[in-house]
């Protein structure tokens, strides 16, 4: 069941981006320059914020680690 829903996702995912490809022009067009210039940047932010939750979870992770050990 796990490999199903695996399988399931990662071609959602390619369907989605595929789609997004098709579309892209006419999204362009209708967005503009700066809509792409603020979509671009709002993009990076996201990525920074899933970034920095992914070292502070693993920091938290080996901080709880390390004190397990030293009990």
């Not at 595929?18 to 603020?38: D, E, F, H, M, P």
């Not at 932010?45 to 680690?65: K, N, V, W, Y």
Request: glycine share 8%; proline share 0%.
């Amino acid at each position: 069941m796990g490999f199903f829903l695996a399988y399931l996702s990662i071609s959602a995912a390619v369907i989605c981006v595929g789609a997004l490809l098709l579309v892209s022009n006419y999204i362009q067009k209708a967005i503009g320059k700066n809509g792409l210039v603020v979509l671009s940047k709002l993009t990076g932010l996201i990525l920074a914020a899933l970034s920095a939750q992914m070292i502070f979870e693993g920091a938290d992770a080996f901080l709880l680690q390390t004190l397990e050990k030293l009990k």
